[in-house]
Each structure stands twice: as structure tokens, then as C-alpha cells.
């Protein structure tokens, strides 16, 4: 049987560029395959798939989609195959029902096929109560299912995703994830990019692109295989995990190292090389053991190691001096309404100096909103947003001072050259003359932005726009940092770096608040804060949760089982 999706040394070149986007690649991958395409920014995965899509010409080889040229034959093509863009392909401003209209005409779906069309695909996705409400209106993972129902219209053989999973909760991505393997069931064929690697084990083929080129592909057991013996846990800890992962990391014996709850995970170069913990002085009941691989490690070493443990951004911030109040950032009684709905519903919290504060929930959740009113963003209809003592409603301009802030989707500003973006929040800031420039210079080399200068922000590659907002919001040395789901959309090694960055700022006495979808980037938090329906669900530490909702069928449970299993009780 012919594959469904195949490609022979395809490539691509833009105009003025030194290399090639996409060099060479073979794949070939049949009927009802979900096939996974991870790989650092920049590696080429969305180019791939424009080609692929008929949205690209390629520079050279060919492929055939649906047994079909995405060149020669796009009329055919457009009607064979769903394509779902990174940036939602959807109309913000239409309800779900006239995307779906808009879509059938773009696909040229019949009449009288439709209505049945529809009933299939609202049914499916679950969206039949919501075909009124605007699709900007619907949470991260209604507008992933919306789009999803829209590439889904006319039945295609092939269905493309570029990054379906991207700023969508656990539970809706375990939803979407239901979706995926029903569609590969009746015979489609799906290729998608992701940068989730759990994601990528669901696969039943996974490749990995860097530097435009296919850098391993196969089943993912075969890809997680000769990690065997490589990667360890440590528990036992005594001391900071922070600082004991940091000194650790610095041990040439150690590619990788994440926190994981109260322990650490490590990756070995070499399985017969062990670090040595008395160097890391992580306590006289630290012990390492092995750990069974994940397609997370296999991705790491191929691509050369994490990015260390020193963060060269805490290297050049000044320690934050000690402040005798116990919280530097409350919620006392915070409500928002929205007319009859609200959003957030009487949450209370204190964040201590130096701690690294998690915001976590499902889309829609009320997450976003009450850290909206704590960084002055959004006034609450009732209680207090309070930073280093300053309530945001009375005091703003002074209670912003002391807070740098990344959002969600970024506050640059995308005709602005990385240059003048720096330039501009730095004043904003109240940065100038000589002190001004020697911030902007020192942020290019901390961040590696001097090949970018000159270029404006719309066109950087993802990894890039996260370290030039990361930049901006750091360029005044604030001792508190608001940061909205800072690496949603980025690979693991870039993940990475933000928490080397992260970890490094807390050990200098920054406080942060950070919301992530990343179950695994949780663990990093002193103390997370579940909110669920605009409620304060859970506050504790990541162990303590999952603690909540072990038992003897799961007696080890992952901070996303604890996570769908404390909104499933609130649902019940």
C-alpha cells in the first residue's frame, strides 16, 4: 500500500538565507499513523509542513500527500487533506458556527452534506452547546478543538498539526489526544509537530528535526532505548534542590538535570560515570538510583545536553535586599466579576520573597484573571491585590515599579526591532542615558540577541521572542517577575534555559509567580496554587499535592495525574 505521506529529499531554501530551512528529508508514513515531529526552534518543523500543506514551494526533492503533488495538483490537495495552523487559522470575531460555515465554503463541502458534516464534528469535538459563543471567546482548548473540527471538514485522508497542544490544559490535551487516536482509527493518516515530548511518546512514530534535517526517526521505544542506564533519580535531598541541581549540573559527568518534586532527575553522558554527591553536598541521605528513560532524555542528548546550571542572567542581577514583611505578594479575597460571571471568586494567598509561586488550572480555569489583578492589569470588583505592601488599586504606579512582567502572548511590540523594544522598555522603566545603553548592551549578551539586533521582533523564532520578553521584563532589576505561561510553544533544551533563569533569579531573592500547562515545569515551584471555576482549589507544595491523591493502584502519581484528579473531585 502506498504511504499517505511521502517525502524524498525535500528542502527548502528562502531568498538570502545561508542554509537551508529544511534540507534533504525523507519520511514515509502510512495510513492511519500518527507521526510526531519534535525538534528545537528553528529546526524547520513548520516549513516542513507548509510544503506538505501545498502553502510552500520547495527548493528541491518531492513529495506526494494523499497520493497527491502539493504543487501540481492543490485544487485536489485542498480537498484531500486538514491542515491546522500554529497561529489559529480561526476568525476571533465569528461564533463557532460561522467558522464552521466559513470553513465548508473554503472546502467546498456540499449542501446537502453539511448539516451532517456538522452534527459529526460539534458531536466529536464536544462544542455542540458552544456554536454561538465567538471563537475568542472560547478557552485554549476549545479553540484547539474548534480548529481541529475546521481541518477536519470534508473528510480528509491526511491531516497536518503544527503544535495542536500548545497553551492547552492537561485535561484538554488528554481530550485532544482521545480525538487524535479516534481519527488515526478510521484510516487518516496525522503528522504533528509538538513540543510536548510526552506528547511525542503517544506517537507511533516520532522524528527529530534540527537544523532542517531528520536527526533520528522510528517508534519511540526504539528512539528511548539506548538511553537505558543513563538517566537517575536523587532523593533524600537535604538543602536547597535549587543550588544542589546547579552544582550538579556544573559535574562533567551530567548532561541533563530537572527537579522533580522534592528530588532531582538526571541524565549521565556516559552510564559507568556517575557525579559525585559529596561535591553537590546534597545531605547524608541523598542517594541515586536508576530511572527508567523518557523520549525527553533521547531528545536532550541528541541535540548535545541542557543548557548547564548557571544562569549568566542571575550572574549579572544584583541580590534583592531583605524586606521584613512576610509576604511581598497577596490575594486577599480577590473577586472579579463579569457581569452575573465571575471569574474569580474570593481567592486569598501569600507569596514570600525569594519563593517560586505556580498558578495553575485548566483553561478558562480564572488562573489568567486573578494574575491579571496581582500584576494591576485587571481591578478586582472586591478584595486586595498587594505587592511588597502596596495595594495595585490605590498605589499602581509605585506597586508596578516593583514588578517586571511577561504576558501569555507577548508585550512587544512586532514591527519594533529587537533593538528598539529594548530600548523602549527600558525607558519605559525609567532607564536613561549612559545607564540605559549599558542595560540594553548587557541584555544582548545575556540572552545571545546580536545577530538580532537589527531585526524586527514579528520575525524571530519562538525561542528567541521568549528571551527578548524575558529581557524587557527584567531590564529594571525588579525584585518581583510576573510571568504568564513564559515557555508555552517552546522545545525542552529553551525550557530549560528559562528555568536555569528562573531558579538563578530566586536564589538572588527575585520572587516569582508563574502560570504553566507544563505539569513538569510545576515541579520546579515552591508552592502551587490550583484554582479551578475562579476557586482557590489546592495550595501546597508539588509533593503535598501529589501526595493528596496517591493510593495503592497509583501509589507514585505525576503532578498531571494529581492535577486531573483534584479538578475531576471539584467537577463530582
Given at each position: 500500500m502506498?504511504?499517505?505521506?511521502r517525502?524524498?529529499?525535500?528542502a527548502?531554501?528562502?531568498?538570502?538565507?545561508?542554509?537551508?530551512?529544511?534540507?534533504?528529508?525523507?519520511?514515509?508514513?502510512?495510513?492511519?499513523c500518527?507521526?510526531?515531529?519534535?525538534g528545537?526552534?528553528?529546526?524547520?518543523k513548520?516549513?516542513?509542513?507548509?510544503?506538505?500543506a501545498?502553502?510552500?514551494?520547495?527548493?528541491?526533492?518531492?513529495?506526494?500527500?494523499?497520493?497527491?503533488?502539493?504543487?501540481?495538483d492543490?485544487?485536489a490537495?485542498?480537498?484531500n487533506?486538514?491542515y491546522?495552523?500554529q497561529?489559529?487559522?480561526?476568525?476571533?470575531?465569528?461564533?463557532?458556527q460561522?467558522?464552521?460555515?466559513?470553513?465548508?465554503?473554503?472546502?467546498e463541502?456540499?449542501?446537502?452534506d453539511?448539516?451532517?458534516?456538522f452534527q459529526?464534528?460539534?458531536?466529536?469535538?464536544d462544542?455542540?452547546p458552544?456554536?454561538?459563543?465567538?471563537?475568542?471567546?472560547l478557552?485554549g482548548?476549545?479553540?484547539?478543538?474548534?480548529?481541529?473540527?475546521?481541518?477536519?471538514l470534508?473528510?480528509?485522508?491526511?491531516?497536518?498539526?503544527?503544535e495542536?497542544?500548545?497553551?492547552?490544559?492537561p485535561i484538554s490535551?488528554?481530550?485532544?489526544?482521545?480525538?487524535?487516536?479516534a481519527?488515526s482509527?478510521?484510516?487518516?493518516?496525522?503528522?504533528?509537530s509538538?513540543?510536548y515530548l510526552?506528547?511525542?511518546?503517544?506517537?507511533?512514530?516520532v522524528y527529530?528535526?534540527?537544523h532542517?534535517r531528520?536527526r533520528a526517526?522510528?517508534p519511540?521505544?526504539?528512539?528511548i532505548?539506548?538511553?537505558?542506564?543513563?538517566?537517575?533519580?536523587?532523593?533524600?535531598i537535604a538543602?536547597?534542590?535549587?543550588?544542589?541541581?546547579?552544582?550538579l549540573?556544573?559535574?562533567p559527568?551530567?548532561?541533563?538535570?530537572?527537579?522533580?518534586?522534592?528530588?532531582?532527575?538526571?541524565?549521565?553522558?556516559?552510564?559507568?560515570r556517575?557525579?559525585?554527591l559529596?561535591?553537590?553536598?546534597?545531605?547524608?541521605?541523598a542517594?541515586?538510583?536508576?530511572a527508567?528513560p523518557?523520549?525527553?532524555?533521547a531528545?536532550?542528548?541528541?541535540?548535545?545536553?541542557?543548557?548547564?546550571?548557571d544562569?549568566?542572567?542571575?550572574a549579572?542581577?544584583?541580590?534583592?535586599?531583605?524586606?521584613h514583611?512576610e509576604?511581598?505578594?497577596e490575594?486577599?479575597?480577590?473577586t472579579?466579576?463579569?457581569?452575573?460571571f465571575y471569574?474569580?471568586?474570593?481567592?486569598s494567598?501569600?507569596?514570600?520573597?525569594?519563593e517560586?509561586?505556580?498558578?495553575?488550572?485548566?483553561?478558562?480555569?480564572g488562573?489568567s484573571?486573578t494574575?491579571?489583578?496581582?500584576?494591576?492589569?485587571?481591578?478586582?470588583?472586591?478584595?486586595q491585590?498587594?505587592?511588597m505592601?502596596?495595594?495595585?488599586?490605590t498605589?499602581?504606579?509605585?506597586?508596578?515599579?516593583?514588578?517586571?512582567?511577561?504576558?501569555?502572548?507577548?508585550?512587544?511590540?512586532?514591527?519594533?526591532?529587537?533593538?528598539?523594544?529594548?530600548m523602549?522598555?527600558?525607558?519605559?522603566y525609567?532607564?536613561?542615558?549612559?545607564?540605559?545603553k549599558?542595560?540594553?548592551?548587557?541584555m544582548?549578551?545575556?540572552?545571545?540577541?546580536?545577530?538580532?539586533?537589527?531585526?524586527?521582533?514579528?520575525?524571530?523564532p519562538l525561542?528567541?521572542?521568549?528571551?527578548l520578553?524575558?529581557?524587557?521584563?527584567v531590564?529594571?532589576?525588579p525584585?518581583?517577575l510576573?510571568?504568564?505561561?513564559?515557555?508555552?510553544?517552546v522545545?525542552p533544551?529553551?525550557?530549560?534555559e528559562?528555568?536555569?533563569?528562573?531558579n538563578?533569579?530566586?536564589?538572588?531573592g527575585?520572587?516569582?509567580l508563574?502560570?504553566?500547562?507544563?505539569?513538569d515545569?510545576?515541579?520546579?515551584?515552591?508552592r502551587?496554587?490550583?484554582?479551578?471555576?475562579?476557586?482557590?482549589?489546592?495550595?501546597?507544595t508539588?509533593d503535598a499535592?501529589?501526595?493528596?491523591?496517591a493510593?495503592?493502584?497509583?501509589?507514585?502519581?505525576?503532578?498531571?495525574?494529581a492535577?486531573?484528579q483534584?479538578?475531576?473531585?471539584?467537577?463530582?
Amino acid at each position: 500500500m502506498s504511504a499517505a505521506i511521502r517525502a524524498e529529499k525535500l528542502a527548502k531554501r528562502f531568498p538570502g538565507a545561508s542554509m537551508d530551512a529544511v534540507a534533504e528529508v525523507d519520511l514515509e508514513i502510512p495510513a492511519g499513523c500518527i507521526a510526531g515531529l519534535v525538534g528545537p526552534d528553528g529546526a524547520g518543523k513548520t516549513t516542513l509542513l507548509r510544503m506538505l500543506a501545498g502553502l510552500l514551494l520547495p527548493s528541491g526533492g518531492s513529495a506526494r500527500v494523499a497520493g497527491l503533488d502539493p504543487q501540481a495538483d492543490a485544487d485536489a490537495l485542498r480537498r484531500n487533506i486538514g491542515y491546522m495552523p500554529q497561529k489559529f487559522g480561526l476568525y476571533e470575531d465569528l461564533t463557532v458556527q460561522e467558522n464552521l460555515d466559513l470553513y465548508a465554503e473554503l472546502r467546498e463541502v456540499g449542501a446537502q452534506d453539511k448539516s451532517g458534516e456538522f452534527q459529526r464534528l460539534l458531536a466529536l469535538t464536544d462544542l455542540a452547546p458552544f456554536t454561538g459563543r465567538y471563537a475568542g471567546k472560547l478557552s485554549g482548548g476549545m479553540k484547539q478543538k474548534l480548529g481541529l473540527a475546521c481541518a477536519l471538514l470534508g473528510k480528509p485522508r491526511v491531516l497536518l498539526l503544527d503544535e495542536p497542544g500548545v497553551g492547552v490544559d492537561p485535561i484538554s490535551r488528554r481530550e485532544l489526544w482521545k480525538l487524535i487516536r479516534a481519527l488515526s482509527a478510521e484510516g487518516i493518516a496525522i503528522l504533528l509537530s509538538t513540543a510536548y515530548l510526552d506528547e511525542a511518546e503517544a506517537c507511533d512514530v516520532v522524528y527529530l528535526m534540527d537544523h532542517g534535517r531528520i536527526r533520528a526517526g522510528g517508534p519511540p521505544a526504539e528512539l528511548i532505548q539506548p538511553l537505558a542506564g543513563r538517566c537517575l533519580s536523587l532523593s533524600g535531598i537535604a538543602g536547597n534542590r535549587r543550588q544542589i541541581l546547579q552544582r550538579l549540573l556544573r559535574q562533567p559527568e551530567l548532561m541533563d538535570g530537572t527537579i522533580q518534586g522534592s528530588g532531582l532527575r538526571l541524565l549521565l553522558r556516559d552510564e559507568n560515570r556517575w557525579p559525585d554527591l559529596r561535591l553537590a553536598d546534597a545531605g547524608p541521605d541523598a542517594a541515586l538510583r536508576a530511572a527508567p528513560p523518557r523520549l525527553e532524555d533521547a531528545f536532550i542528548s541528541l541535540l548535545g545536553g541542557g543548557p548547564g546550571g548557571d544562569s549568566v542572567l542571575a550572574a549579572v542581577m544584583p541580590p534583592v535586599p531583605v524586606h521584613h514583611e512576610e509576604a511581598v505578594i497577596e490575594a486577599r479575597g480577590l473577586t472579579k466579576r463579569f457581569g452575573d460571571f465571575y471569574a474569580t471568586d474570593d481567592v486569598s494567598f501569600a507569596v514570600r520573597r525569594g519563593e517560586v509561586f505556580g498558578l495553575l488550572g485548566p483553561n478558562g480555569a480564572g488562573k489568567s484573571t486573578t494574575f491579571k489583578m496581582e500584576c494591576g492589569l485587571l481591578k478586582p470588583s472586591s478584595g486586595q491585590a498587594l505587592v511588597m505592601g502596596l495595594d495595585l488599586k490605590t498605589s499602581p504606579t509605585a506597586a508596578r515599579q516593583q514588578l517586571g512582567y511577561m504576558a501569555q502572548k507577548f508585550s512587544l511590540y512586532a514591527q519594533l526591532t529587537v533593538r528598539r523594544n529594548l530600548m523602549f522598555f527600558s525607558g519605559v522603566y525609567g532607564l536613561s542615558g549612559k545607564a540605559r545603553k549599558e542595560k540594553v548592551r548587557q541584555m544582548e549578551q545575556v540572552f545571545g540577541l546580536g545577530p538580532y539586533m537589527d531585526e524586527v521582533a514579528a520575525t524571530l523564532p519562538l525561542g528567541f521572542k521568549q528571551r527578548l520578553a524575558l529581557a524587557c521584563a527584567v531590564m529594571h532589576e525588579p525584585p518581583l517577575l510576573f510571568l504568564d505561561e513564559p515557555t508555552s510553544g517552546v522545545d525542552p533544551v529553551t525550557r530549560r534555559e528559562f528555568w536555569t533563569h528562573i531558579n538563578g533569579l530566586a536564589e538572588k531573592g527575585v520572587t516569582v509567580l508563574v502560570t504553566t500547562h507544563f505539569m513538569d515545569e510545576a515541579e520546579y515551584c515552591d508552592r502551587i496554587a490550583l484554582v479551578y471555576r475562579g476557586k482557590l482549589l489546592a495550595l501546597d507544595t508539588p509533593d503535598a499535592l501529589k501526595a493528596s491523591v496517591a493510593s495503592s493502584a497509583r501509589p507514585n502519581p505525576t503532578m498531571e495525574d494529581a492535577f486531573i484528579q483534584l479538578v475531576g473531585e471539584a467537577d463530582r
